[in-house]
């Protein structure tokens, strides 16, 4: 069974991450989506919400499957006996943090191969960060992410 890792903050979950999601279910067997608890990072959404909202969108894709992680990523691939770590390169701006944490990666578990996918073009403009702020500010966010997302930023943000 091939089987890749896609990990992230997903705080939260938009329609550049499900574009992500679909290219690699086409190359892979299954695909973990594996969201990332990191106290340090401070995120909008906790970990149980970024899951929720995962399940309710790439989880209820076929060969998709939604998990949480906490230590070293190479290890969580390792215990998810998966050969492969998907990333999603939108910029060159992506490109220097993306290079140094694959070969940091290989450099820790030469066994796990790091994938970069591009996403559609009109996706290359969109993170998760910016449709907060555009959210914070009361802008519409829905052409940017799923429903139930833009339904829960919205909350977030409600005065
Ligand atoms: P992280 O905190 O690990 O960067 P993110 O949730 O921001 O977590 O991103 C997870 C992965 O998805 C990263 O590889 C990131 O480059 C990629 N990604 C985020 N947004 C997009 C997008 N719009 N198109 C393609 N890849 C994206």
């Given at each position: 069974m091939r089987r890749a890792i896609y990990p992230g903050?997903?705080?939260?979950?938009?329609n550049g991450h499900l574009d992500v999601i679909e290219r690699a279910r086409k190359l892979f067997d299954e695909v973990v989506v594996a969201v990332a608890h990191n106290d340090e990072k401070q995120p909008l959404f906790s970990l149980e919400q970024r899951l929720d909202l995962l399940r309710e969108t790439a989880g209820r894709i076929e060969n998709v499957r939604i998990a949480k992680f906490s230590g070293l990523l190479v290890e969580f691939a390792r215990a998810q006996n998966a050969g492969a770590v998907i990333r999603g390169l939108r910029a060159v701006s992506d490109f220097e943090f993306e290079f140094q944490m694959a070969l940091m990666n290989r450099n820790l578990n030469a066994a796990v191969e790091t994938i970069f996918l591009m996403p559609k073009e009109e996706y290359t403009y969109l993170s998760s960060r910016i449709v907060k702020e555009i959210a914070r500010l009361g802008g519409n966010v829905s052409s940017f992410v799923p429903g139930c997302v833009a339904k829960a930023l919205t909350g977030k943000f409600r005065q």
């Open positions: 903050s997903f705080d939260p979950v938009t």
